[in-house]
């Protein structure tokens, strides 16, 4: 057990040299997402009144399907970054941070993967 305060224990450690990357990759994506979103919001009151046909049909479309992937793609990219920070702000002990870590890592990865092979399945004609 440490006896020293916050301000002692930070003084003097300096820049880790890395962050500056790690936050604007994160504004980076979100500014992305802003025309994605708005993009997706459009495309979902469309797809309300297609049937299954026509929904196929949208998305085999290739403008549809390449800015459907993006969507996907860097969503699930800008939540393993907001869930990493969170992760690292706020679990302490070290094996329980670095499964997390692991953890949120493999999810979004298997996730994104899956969402983006199922949009491509459907937009090259394999439903």
């Known amino acids: 057990m440490s006896f020293r305060t916050p301000l002692s224990t930070a003084r003097g450690l300096g ?10 990759s994160e504004r980076v994506a979100a500014v992305a997402l802003v025309p994605l979103v708005i993009w997706g919001a459009y495309s979902v009151i ?16 290739p ?8 969507t996907i793609a860097i969503s699930f990219m800008h939540m393993s970054a907001g869930v990493r920070v ?5 679990i302490y002990g070290h094996l329980t ?9 493999f999810i979004c990865g298997l996730a994104g993967a899956l969402a983006i092979m199922s949009i491509l399945k459907v937009a090259l004609g394999g439903a």
Not at 97 to 105: C, I, Y
């Open 15 to 24: 820049s880790a040299k890395h962050g500056v990357g790690h936050w604007l």
């Open 46 to 61: 469309l797809l309300a009144q297609l049937d299954y046909y026509g929904a196929v049909e949208w998305i085999g479309n």
């Open 63 to 70: 403008v549809n399907a390449t800015l459907m992937i993006l």
């Open 86 to 90: 969170i992760v690292e702000d706020y």
């Open 97 to 105: 941070k670095a499964a997390a870590l692991l953890l949120n890592l």
